[in-house]
């Protein structure tokens, strides 16, 4: 049988919905609704064939595909080089991203539908633009390909946070915009000067190039050049004195939104630092290793720390975000299979748990039009179920056993003590202020002195149970049965060890 | 010389300027003859086809020998046909704009002396492509610039119009006058205005005190040819030109005859300066030696042109300074003098033309409707005219560079020659794209007041054809030449030959 279309049609799937939502009339609320639905649902099955597709023993290689796009003349070089090509794929790590993306894609479509509360024909025209610029960046086997998949999803999120959101969502639409384009524009730099030095940007050639004693850059190129990586990533991820840009898109934009931002977009980070930034430049990593253990430990403590003074819900998750991040750091830094599958598998269970949580906090906020924890509290009272599901999701985020933040966080420790004690056992303390903040929280929302005004609050109902079912669903299985996430894994992992020589 | 002499010559060669000139003479006469109070509409359209029909037979010439008539006073070489082409696309975008701008004030009496001077205009630039002389080159230059202040003027009781053409004539004069007198230099040194006898005579003798002689001639030449570019520091009179002047005009300015400037700037650096050899390092051509001076500028251009546009409130003021900005990317490439530098300089113009020429649709439309220029005057356009902003917005993210857009493409194109070659030209690229990134902030202003501000007037707008025309093909060509940009870079390699014969 032949795949090798799957990935196309995987990732410009939306693109259907966005011609059919193009020529809707404005006022048909409903049916734009259920459209802009159904239209993350090919891109969704599609991915969950493809974890089948590996489950059942056969090759991921099968989806590969590779055309001739682009050819930059003029540059005096033979045929092969300076040439863009179309080339998507995927491997273990790439497929559990899209099938991350995608399940949280569709479950942000339902988030919308309910939440939104005006003009979905176009919020929903740009939430599937932001789709295919995500599931492309995922499966892009070359890095002006993921580029420009990487900038597709800058635009139509702008305009989701600038004019969905919240009271200043113009500044955070900027704020936004600007601090991705400095970061874009730092991975653009590096991405040109690798194409201009090896004539190609292909992943897996320039991950095989580097690793040769006679490729054709400097080693303090090479250092220049993953300084850059780190940066560009670093905004994204978003690594400590970058990350102010995020705080303000946590809060501003509409639940919906965030739940793609911090459950996906944030992730492009952590993909491109494991996959270019360890894969393509592992000498430089390994140098630099202490130093982004550091910056991981500052994040998890400097995150958590503010995590526990703030008085929104939305800037505690926030905060909790940029502390998890701190884990993915922690655990690359460590360089060894523990560390890396803990940062990877963290990625994903922060994506399924942040997911989770803002689709709480759409849900609190649209009964009650509040966030503030000084506001809520004894909701237990009136929506027991989503007090429920709250408090589950806050225990999944402080990394509580037989949950999915469990698995990821014990690695990633596991494998930074094996290699740098010292910074690993000051980390551990955010773990303990993780549960301190969290608790605190989640506590005061679920339970505390009741407010009158909520009493009558319905609870979950309907369609909101879709998402939450799931996301709870998957990060229990994680939890308990990790295999779903380390057999994709192992020759990713295989792979960047041998990278790093380890 | 003899009648046959002259009958010798491959006059088919020209027959895109003699379309040009044949139609500008008969709009001329038909103005005249016309009834007083007939529309003149009807001029414009008989100039938009035979725009068509010169850049069908410019096709018809593509692919053929270098043609040289009287001594390389016109050659029709892969250059001229590649940048003759973009020429006629940009002045036919234009006229499509004039055909549908309704002045609110004193035009309609000269308004088919604006159709016939834009192809004059327009010869001047076809002409500047095509020369292989320093006095064509000139003569070229000067129907291209003085066209173009009377129609900066055109609206005679219009005080902006006024100003803008007064600020043109002085500030063209000069740099005129100061490119003129470098040329002097280059043919008192030569004793030949033959671009390629300098360029031989130039290589061949290496005096010290010529060599001090011929940077000075550099600096002045492209000191004059910079205020044409509208490069910093000599690019003051560009927002004053660009809001006074009627805005097919400001179209003009900013597309047509910014390319044309470039085509006299890379024809006369690349033969002349790139064959003089400096003083002291007698291996490296003036050229090289001025590389740096050149980078400055292309910095300043980028720099001045992004940052100043920030706090424009005028949104052709804004777009004066986007197109500064813009002629300092294109200096970047000018600047890293690679081999692929043609491609770069021809299709970000391309490209630039493309979404340039959409924007100032819609700019035209929307001031037209809400009679002042003001960038608030877009605030709702996507509740008054979905179609309107959304075409606008792709236009200016193809102006910011994202991709899926022919300006992201012309910008890698730019990169790769930054980052080729055997000195990399790591600060200035990084310059260039870190200013890139500042212009994301007035791009998306403009953004903003279109999708999230409420319109302060509710009336929709009635689009003339000829803008229709033109936002089609802005916004297919920006999307096609972003999404396959091969199409036009094969044709240029294919049918182009890649402008080797630029130098024989």
Redesign the interface.
């Known amino acids: 049988m032949n795949l090798t279309s799957v990935l196309s049609i995987l990732v410009f799937s939306p693109l259907l919905g966005i011609v059919v939502l193009a020529f809707m009339p404005k006022t048909a609320d409903k049916s734009i609704k259920v459209v802009g639905f159904l239209a993350t649902l090919p891109a969704l099955l599609l991915a969950l064939a493809a974890y089948l597709h590996f489950q059942w023993g056969k090759d991921l290689a099968d989806f590969t595909v590779s055309a001739k796009?682009?050819?930059?003349?003029?540059?005096?070089a033979p045929e092969p080089y300076?040439s863009v090509y179309y080339e998507l794929g995927l491997s273990g790590f790439q497929l559990l991203l899209v099938v991350l993306t995608a399940v949280v894609a569709s479950l942000s479509a339902i988030a919308g539908a309910k939440f939104v509360k005006k003009e979905w024909k176009g919020y929903f025209m740009l939430f599937l633009l932001l789709e295919i610029g995500m599931l492309g960046v995922f499966t892009a086997e070359n890095l002006?390909l993921f580029?420009?998949?990487f900038?597709?999803t800058?635009?139509p999120t702008?305009?989701l946070i600038?004019?969905w959101g919240y009271f200043e969502k113009?500044k955070a639409a900027?704020s936004f915009?600007?601090y991705n384009?400095?970061g874009s524009?730092?991975l653009?730099?590096v991405i040109?000067?690798l194409?201009?030095?090896t004539g190609s940007t292909n992943i897996d050639y320039l991950t095989q190039l580097m690793a040769k004693p006679e490729a054709p850059l400097s080693s303090d190129l090479k250092m220049g050049l993953f300084i850059g990586l780190l940066l560009a990533f670093g905004v994204k991820l978003p690594i400590f004195p970058l990350h102010s840009w995020m705080l303000k898109v946590h809060v501003q934009a509409p639940p919906s939104v965030v739940m793609i931002h911090s459950g996906i977009l944030l992730k492009i980070g952590a993909y491109g630092l494991i996959r270019f930034g360890m894969g393509i430049f592992p000498e430089q990593f390994g140098t630099l290793a202490t130093l982004i253990a550091v910056l991981g430990v500052i994040n998890l403590l400097y995150g958590a720390y503010l995590a526990f003074i703030q008085t929104d819900f939305k800037m505690v998750l926030a905060y909790s975000s940029i502390s998890h991040m701190g884990i993915v750091l922690i655990g690359l830094a460590a360089m060894n299979e523990a560390g890396v599958q803990g940062a990877i598998f963290q990625v994903i269970s922060h994506g399924l748990i942040s997911a989770l949580l803002f689709f709480l906090v759409g849900v609190l906020y649209e009964r009650t039009d509040t966030s503030l924890l000084e506001n809520l509290g004894g909701m237990a009272k009136g929506m027991p179920i989503a007090a429920g599901f709250l408090l589950a999701a806050g225990l999944a985020s402080l990394g509580l056993p037989g949950m999915s933040g469990f698995v990821s966080e014990f690695m990633a420790f596991l494998g930074l003590f094996k290699e740098m004690p010292v910074i690993a056992a000051v980390g551990t303390l955010g773990i303990i202020m993780t549960a301190a903040y969290l608790l605190r929280s989640v506590l005061g929302i679920t339970y505390g002195r009741a407010h009158r005004e909520f009493a009558g609050v319905l609870d979950l109902k309907g369609v909101e149970f879709v998402p939450v079912l799931v996301l709870m669903l998957l990060i229990v299985l994680i939890g308990v049965y990790p295999s779903v996430l380390s057999a994709p894994l192992k020759t990713t992992l295989e792979t960047i060890m041998l990278g790093i020589g380890g | 010389m003899s009648l046959e002499t002259l009958q010798q010559f491959n006059w088919s060669a020209m027959t895109p300027e003699f379309i040009i000139l044949g139609v500008a003479a008969l709009i001329t006469l038909l103005d005249l003859f016309m009834p007083k109070n007939q529309d003149r509409r009807i001029l414009g359209w008989i100039g938009i086809v035979a725009i068509i029909a010169a850049i069908v037979s410019v096709l018809n010439l593509v692919g053929g020998p270098v043609t040289s008539i009287l001594d390389d006073s016109f050659r029709l070489d892969s250059f001229a046909m590649g940048f003759k082409l973009l020429l006629l696309v940009g002045a036919g975008l234009v006229m499509l704009l004039a055909v549908s701008y309704e002045a609110k004030d004193g035009l309609e009496e000269y308004r088919g002396e604006f159709y016939y001077l834009f192809l004059s205009a327009l010869l001047g630039g076809m002409i500047m492509t095509s020369s292989g002389d320093l006095i064509t080159l000139f003569i070229g230059l000067e129907l291209l610039t003085v066209s173009s202040y009377i129609l900066a003027g055109i609206r005679k009781y219009h005080l902006e119009s006024n100003e803008s053409a007064m600020k043109y004539v002085i500030n063209g004069g000069i740099s005129t006058a100061i490119t003129l007198f470098g040329m002097s230099y280059v043919y008192g040194l030569t004793g030949s205005t033959n671009l390629v006898k300098i360029a031989t005579s130039l290589s061949t003798v290496a005096d010290g005190q010529q060599s001090y002689l011929l940077t000075l001639a550099f600096l002045m030449v492209f000191v004059g040819l910079a205020f044409k570019l509208g490069a910093a520091p000599f690019h003051m009179w560009a927002p004053d030109v660009y809001q006074g002047a009627p805005t097919p005009v400001t179209a003009f300015l900013s597309v047509v005859s910014k390319t044309a400037g470039f085509v006299i700037v890379l024809r006369i650096l690349l033969t002349v300066f790139l064959a003089a050899v400096s003083v002291g390092d007698t291996e490296k051509p003036i050229l090289l030696e001025m590389q740096d001076y050149i980078a400055f500028i292309a910095g300043a251009t980028m720099i001045i042109g992004n940052v100043v546009a920030l706090k424009q409130s005028n949104i052709k003021r804004m777009f004066a300074y986007s197109s500064i900005a813009h002629a300092g990317y294109i200096l970047v490439a000018l600047t890293t003098l690679n081999s692929n530098i043609f491609y770069s300089i021809w299709f970000y113009l391309l490209a630039y033309l493309l979404m340039n020429m959409g924007a100032f649709a819609i700019i035209q439309v929307v001031t037209e409707k809400s009679g002042s220029a003001k960038i608030a005057d877009f605030a709702g356009l996507y509740r008054r005219s979905p179609v309107l902003a959304v075409v606008m917005g792709l236009l200016l993210v193809s102006l910011a560079g994202f991709p899926g857009t022919a300006g992201f493409i012309g910008k890698l194109n730019i990169f790769i020659g930054a980052f080729t070659g055997s000195t990399p030209h790591y600060v200035l690229a990084s310059l260039m794209i870190a200013t890139t990134v500042v212009s994301y902030f007035y791009y998306f202003g403009v953004m903003t007041q279109m999708f999230f501000r409420p319109a302060c007037d509710d009336s929709k707008f009635k689009i003339p054809a000829g803008i229709l025309i033109v936002l089609l093909v802005a916004v297919v060509g920006s999307v096609l030449f972003g999404v396959m940009p091969n199409i036009a870079l094969d044709f240029m390699q294919n049918n182009l030959n890649n402008l080797a014969d630029f130098f024989s």
């Open positions: 796009w682009i050819q930059f003349h003029g540059i005096n300076f002006i580029f420009i998949f900038e597709i800058l635009i702008f305009f600038g004019k113009e900027y915009l600007i384009g400095l524009a730092i653009l730099i040109m000067i194409f201009a030095k």
